[in-house]
């Protein structure tokens, strides 16, 4: 079926006003109102109305965008500028510390030298001290002959060294070493295992074995 330009534009207005009335537009009652030979211009000033709402909404839009670029720019200067202060009172931080470490050193090179080594063991017997709960005499408390393997991973945690033994009634070694009284001299305890189960053991903070 052929239809004129006529036709044509009826059902592209009609088209247009069963959108508005789906949108719920309160200009589709005004449409309905209206005689047909003015509903074209009306058709054409709905699109004007429109666009320039649509503009509106763009430059408001813009608008944000740039409330939004200015706000960001300010939190970036400031972000620099606490940055720039941390920076200086860590600076301020380390020379004072420095400045407090250097008034408990003994001046005397003799003196000077025995609290470097004493500085140095308690630094190792700390870094010793953590490492597992092998360290506390508590923890040893706990370990008892034929205790599983798998328990006494779990009551002393990992051993510093675990070494297989030529005694035929020992097959594995765990050994648990460390200063844990910062004197320089490294404590040593061990569980002896023999089919996953504990056969004998010393507590590094005891002296003999069970």
Do not use: C
Request: no cysteine.
């Amino acid at each position: 079926m052929n239809l004129t330009p006529t036709e044509l534009d009826h059902i592209e207005i009609e088209r247009f006003v069963n959108s508005m009335q789906r949108l719920k537009l309160p200009f589709y009652s005004i449409f309905k109102k209206v005689s047909d030979t003015s509903k074209g211009s009306l058709f054409i000033l709905t699109l004007f109305l429109f666009s320039h709402h649509s503009a509106e909404a763009s430059e408001d839009q813009q608008e944000k965008i740039e409330s939004l670029e200015k706000r960001i720019s300010a939190l970036e200067v400031e972000n620099a500028r606490l940055s720039s202060r941390v920076s200086e009172l860590e600076k301020t931080d380390k020379i004072k510390n420095k400045s407090e470490f250097s008034s408990i050193v003994p001046r005397d090179e003799i003196e000077k030298k025995k609290f470097f080594d004493t500085f140095r063991r308690e630094i190792k017997s700390s870094e010793d001290m953590s490492r597992g709960p092998w360290t506390k005499v508590e923890s040893w408390e706990k370990i008892r002959k034929r205790m599983s393997e798998y328990g006494v991973r779990l009551a002393l945690g990992r051993p510093t060294r675990i070494k297989p033994s030529a005694n035929p009634k020992i097959e594995t070694i765990y050994f648990y070493i460390g200063d844990l009284n910062a004197d320089g001299v490294d404590e040593e305890g061990y569980v002896n295992l023999k089919d996953k189960r504990v056969v004998s053991f010393k507590s590094p903070h005891q002296q003999g074995s069970e």
